[in-house]
């Protein structure tokens, strides 16, 4: 048996989600994977809530015409608006990148104090922050909004004394801290760096290695380690150059499809 071999549908406002699909492809090799990157629109990070949730609406409505089984918000701004009917019913399960790493990180008792970096939207919504101290109210909680780093990321300064320069700006913002929540799926491209700044003394969360192991643990899904289906990368608003960022998110050459939605 092969399982279920419809796509699975993840979505973003750009193309930082790339980084959760990729992680899915490593974990599910044979699962067709169906992305949209709504880039008209972004960054989510800056717009209203209600927006948001029409532009939620729109594509979630286009990846279940598409046959999707299942749907991954790939964006915390977007995630941190999700409700119950801003998504067209009909997928098995929708999956927000916020809950897998508020569940991990409130798991680890040897946690006390945790930082929150995102988007403004993402912050100011204090999703991370709200589902933490439901599932542990011993948390405590730093929120710090980091919007340069995302377009700083798209325009592929990370590996420079200018990414450096911006990323050790924020982190010093935050204080000792025990864990570090990289609320944005663009940010594990900077994990690395992150990673040198803190030295191995605070442990780092991120969605993608979680939402693939969410999925890589449903039975029904197609565990072939041969692709038996056809990937498609959607964007609302093509350009090459965007294509070759595309690349950094991946991990290897992708073709981006223009569809214009709404």
């Known amino acids: 048996m092969t399982g279920d071999t419809r796509p699975i549908g993840v979505f973003d406002s750009g193309i930082g989600g790339l980084t959760v699909a990729s992680a899915i492809r490593k974990?599910?090799?044979?699962?067709?994977?169906i992305y949209?990157?709504?880039?008209?629109?972004?960054?989510?990070?800056?717009?209203?809530?209600?927006?948001?949730?029409?532009?939620?609406?729109?594509?979630?409505?286009?990846?279940?015409?598409?046959?999707?089984?299942?749907?991954?918000?790939?964006?915390?701004?977007?995630?941190?608006?999700?409700?119950?009917?801003?998504?067209?019913?009909?997928?098995?399960?929708?999956?927000?990148?916020?809950?897998?790493?508020?569940?991990?990180v409130a798991s680890d008792l040897h946690i006390k104090k945790v930082g929150v970096i995102g988007t403004r939207r993402t912050i100011q919504s204090h999703i991370y922050k709200k589902r933490l101290l439901k599932l542990r109210e011993d948390l405590e909680v730093v929120?710090?909004?980091?919007?340069?780093?995302?377009?700083?990321?798209?325009?592929?300064?990370?590996?420079?004394?200018?990414?450096?320069?911006?990323?050790h700006t924020y982190l010093d913002q935050l204080g000792k801290i025990d864990a570090l929540i990289l609320g944005c799926t663009h940010y594990p491209l900077i994990k690395p760096q992150i990673e040198s700044y803190y030295q191995g003394s605070v442990l780092l969360f991120d969605a993608p290695e979680l939402i693939a192991e969410n999925l890589a643990g449903v039975s029904e899904l197609s565990h072939q380690t041969v692709s038996i289906g056809t990937n498609h990368f959607y964007v609302s608003d093509y350009t090459q150059s965007f294509e070759e960022t595309a690349k950094l998110f991946f991990g290897e050459i992708i073709h981006l499809e223009e569809k214009l939605l709404f």
């Open 143 to 167: 929120e710090l909004a980091t919007p340069l780093l995302a377009p700083m990321i798209e325009e592929g300064f990370i590996k420079n004394s200018i990414a450096e320069t911006v990323i």
């Open 27 to 33: 974990r599910l090799p044979g699962q067709p994977i």
């Open 36 to 104: 949209f990157g709504d880039t008209v629109h972004l960054p989510y990070g800056d717009k209203s809530v209600h927006s948001i949730r029409g532009y939620i609406k729109e594509i979630s409505s286009f990846l279940l015409g598409q046959n999707c089984s299942r749907l991954v918000v790939a964006c915390n701004s977007a995630s941190s608006v999700l409700q119950k009917d801003t998504v067209v019913p009909g997928f098995t399960e929708v999956l927000n990148v916020i809950d897998p790493v508020a569940a991990c």
